[in-house]
């Protein structure tokens, strides 16, 4: 079985350009769930996924979009990119709908200069 | 809206002594509540959470509703507890069921 992992780990970026961040869901899980979380905060949910339609979204603007694939995958874009954007972008997944428990890849650590 | 907070950005204790980590929470619907651990260079993962009403690691956490609080608790510190901890609420409606967490509290056990 294997668990969440992102892609890529780490990236900087210019202000204004757009970003894409990738996210494999754990075998078996239909349910993808993003975060964003800023230096010394707790994370904050983005939207989240399930079977390749968004199902929730937090307070974030719309240039925040995501997609989720065939086999459960996601991508997170961020588009005009701005430097408050810089953080570490978590992805997690799960089984079904409602909170079944998540489970969390290693993170995307995003810049933005 | 939901909130969720912690208050002690850092909590030291000396193995063996007891710890409570504190969380309150705001929410106007029925509260599910979690805590979740991240060791060093590890990732986010659930500890517990108030459903299940288990003890893992020692740890255990009571919902009180009338204070709105989810510490968590364990008697004897043990040096591998030292990690980042983050209470977090879920919450559904208005379209959303994701997870709001608190800015963390840094425990350290000292030897």
């Known amino acids: 079985e294997t668990g969440v992992t992102q892609s890529p780990t780490h990236l900087i970026k210019t202000r204004g350009q757009q970003v894409t961040l990738r996210c494999s869901s754990q075998s078996g899980h239909n349910t993808v769930s993003w975060y964003q979380q800023a230096l010394g905060q707790g994370p904050q949910f983005i939207f989240q996924?399930?079977?390749?339609?968004?199902?929730g979204r937090g307070n974030f603007p719309p240039r925040f979009s995501g997609l989720q694939f065939p086999n459960y995958s996601s991508e997170l874009n961020v588009n005009a990119l701005e430097l408050d954007d810089s953080a570490l972008y978590l992805c997690?997944?799960?089984?079904?709908?409602?909170?079944?428990?998540?489970?969390f890849g290693q993170g995307t650590r995003l810049t933005v200069v | 809206a939901q909130r969720v907070t912690q208050p002690e950005k850092l909590l030291s204790v000396f193995k063996g002594a007891p710890v409570e980590l504190k969380c309150n929470y705001s929410?106007?619907?029925?509260?599910?509540l979690f805590w979740y651990v991240q060791y060093s260079r590890q990732r986010l993962q659930l500890l517990l959470r108030?459903?299940s009403r288990e003890s893992i690691k020692g740890f255990t956490a009571d919902l009180n509703k009338g204070e709105t609080s989810f510490h968590l608790k364990k008697p004897f510190a043990q040096e591998e507890d030292s990690a980042m901890y983050y209470c977090a609420l879920r919450y559904s409606g208005g379209g959303a069921d994701g997870l709001t967490f608190g800015k963390g509290t840094h425990l350290i056990i000292q030897p």
């Open positions: 997690a997944s799960s089984l079904g709908q409602g909170f079944a428990e998540a489970f």
């Open positions: 108030h459903i």
């Open positions: 996924y399930y079977r390749e339609e968004e199902n």
């Open positions: 929410y106007s619907g029925s509260p599910e």
